[in-house]
């Protein structure tokens, strides 16, 4: 019971992760030390039978967590990026910090080689990249786009889902990257069933998708998967960013605000 409790919990940081613009929900299992079960679990659900009862209870208890913190700490997280803004971010990049070392520790392997090298600084320029396209393009108007059925749109949606789960990658920024957060959007708003239809067939297939690649990288090129990832998440550092404190009682608030984010890290890593 205490297990289930411990896993609900991580999967309502990982909702919660996903309300809170920039914050990737794949980085977040990865600082919570539940990246790898969760990618097999999506990867060999369908194909591994003998497992499959176990990946499903897993996965149930990790959606039901994120669906249950979106429910109802979606209103708290809104007020405190409203009022505290800063603070709230902080705590995440003491949550992130305290991950690196874990993530390090995950591979026995971890030799610092040419190849794995280039895989941590992909990771890293990958995510800057997206950050500095972001500030680029922050402004988001919704205008009315009505959702058009083609190959196109679909493909756009299940791309959308899929890079829902790798870590340092905002699922809202890829749907505004993809040009689909405006019909995500007015679909919500209306509620338009065939476009949220097609969004929630996207975000299982497209989820499916991309954990059953990362899972096949993760078999064949652990050590530069691993790196490519500490890349990822070591990146989501600078994108978060909010700023430097202001005074000496900003400093010391944020000093404790970092640390207790790393703490918590370091204890639900285990």
């Known amino acids: 019971m205490k297990n289930q409790i411990k896993l609900m919990f991580k999967g309502g940081l990982i909702g919660i992760a996903n309300i809170i613009p920039g914050v990737s929900g794949g980085t977040m299992a990865v600082v919570l030390g539940i990246y790898e079960p969760l990618i097999e679990a999506i ?132 749907l505004v990257l993809l040009g689909q957060y405006e019909v995500v959007i007015r679909a919500v708003k209306h509620l338009e069933l065939i476009p949220l239809a097609i969004l929630g067939i996207g975000i299982l297939v497209g989820v499916w998708s991309f954990a059953r690649m990362i899972e096949m990288l993760l078999k064949t090129y652990p050590r530069e998967t691993f790196y490519f990832i500490l890349g990822l998440v070591v990146a989501s550092l600078y994108a978060i960013f909010p700023g430097y404190p202001a005074g000496w009682m900003d400093w010391g608030i944020s000093l404790v605000v970092v640390a207790l984010g790393a703490w918590m890290s370091l204890r639900l890593s285990d």
């Open 43 to 174: 990867g060999e659900i369908v194909t591994h039978r003998e497992r499959r009862k176990e990946y499903l209870k897993f996965l149930v208890q990790v959606g039901a967590g994120a669906v249950l913190a979106i429910l109802i700490f979606s209103w708290i997280m809104d007020y405190l990026l409203t009022h505290y803004p800063d603070y709230t971010y902080l705590f995440f990049i003491g949550l992130i910090a305290g991950s690196i070392p874990s993530i390090y520790r995950s591979h026995p392997d971890m030799r610092l080689t040419l190849v794995s090298g280039f895989s941590f600084l992909l990771g890293v320029c990958i995510i800057i990249g997206f950050s500095l396209y972001s500030a680029t393009h922050s402004s988001v108007n919704v205008p009315e786009t009505v959702f058009q059925f083609s190959t196109g749109a679909v493909l756009l949606l299940l791309v959308s889902g899929g890079s829902m789960i790798v870590p340092g990658i905002s699922g809202s920024f890829m």
